[in-house]
Nanobody, 121 residues
Framework: QVQLAESGGGLVQPGGSLRLSCVGS????????MGWFRQNPGKKHELVGT???????NYADAVKGRFTISRDNAKNTAYLQMNDLKPEDTARYFC???????????????WGQGTQVTVSS
């Protein structure tokens, strides 16, 4: 079973940056597409961005130009670099692995605990 563990969240001022990490089991990001989600209490998960097995990325309009997904297959780690953070980016962030179906990303398997990002002055 795929296990994912997110880290790197914290409190940051508006305009600041954070880099989230997601460590997975061996080769998990080499053989799976992956996606970052975020969620606030009482709300649905919001897809932030995805990366295909081939490395192509796609982002939600709300974060395009500010967030970047990358991965290091040798370290079994995916990253979410977040720049120019805004208060509305406050959420718990989760990484997932999954598949694309009709160009839609579908997360599969269990989710990690996530990491909290709070953007506030």
């Amino acid at each position: 079973q795929v296990q994912l563990a997110e880290s790197g969240g914290g409190l940051v001022q508006p305009g600041g940056s954070l880099r989230l990490s997601c460590v997975g089991s061996r080769d998990v990001f080499r053989v799976n597409a992956m996606g970052w989600f975020r969620q606030n209490p009482g709300k649905k998960h919001e897809l932030v961005g995805t990366m295909t097995i081939g490395g192509t990325t796609n982002y939600a309009d709300a974060v395009k130009g500010r967030f970047t997904i990358s991965r290091d297959n040798a370290k079994n780690t995916a990253y979410l670099q977040m720049n120019d953070l805004k208060p509305e980016d406050t959420a718990r962030y989760f990484c997932t692995v999954g598949v694309f179906y009709n160009n839609d990303y579908l997360a599969a398997g269990s989710w990690g605990q996530g990491t909290q990002v709070t953007v506030s002055s």
